[in-house]
Nanobody, 134 residues
Framework: QVQLVESGGGSVQAGGSLRLSCAVS?????????????MAWFRQAPGKEREGVAT???????TYADSVKGRFTISQVNANGTLYLQMNSLQPEDTAMYYC???????????????????????WGQGTQVTVSS
């Protein structure tokens, strides 16, 4: 059974930084043609839908939500699948529960931050809270 465990959340002031981590059990790296392992970060603020923040494919390519481009960086240790999200220049609107997600094989078009992309992922962590104060 695949398990994902997030850590690194906390409370910071606007302009600050946090680094989230996600440990993955039973991770298998795969990349053939335009299909590969896919991991992602999502977030959900109170009263809002869960939205994609960033994805990373098996070949290392990444996609980001427009709202975080230039401020957040997704990365991964391929050997064990550990996933990171470096968040800089945090703003109050970044306040949310952050979740990591994993799917063994997705086409690149599905491993992309688009509306409803959460439906493409079969494995989820429990989340870590990020709170940014002004």
């Amino acid at each position: 059974q695949v398990q994902l465990v997030e850590s690194g959340g906390g409370s910071v002031q606007a302009g600050g930084s946090l680094r989230l981590s996600c440990a993955v059990s039973r991770y298998t790296s795969y990349s053939v043609g335009s299909s590969s392992t896919c991991m992602a970060w999502f977030r959900q603020a109170p009263g809002k839908e869960r939205e994609g923040v960033a994805t990373i494919r098996g070949d290392g390519s990444t996609t980001y939500a427009d709202s975080v481009k230039g401020r957040f960086t997704i990365s991964q240790v391929n050997a064990n699948g550990t996933l990171y999200l470096q968040m800089n220049s945090l703003q109050p609107e970044d306040t949310a529960m952050y979740y990591c997600a994993y799917h063994p094989v997705l086409t690149w078009s599905r491993c992309t931050v688009v509306p409803d992309s959460r439906r493409n992922f079969g494995y989820w962590g429990q989340g870590t809270q990020v709170t940014v104060s002004s």
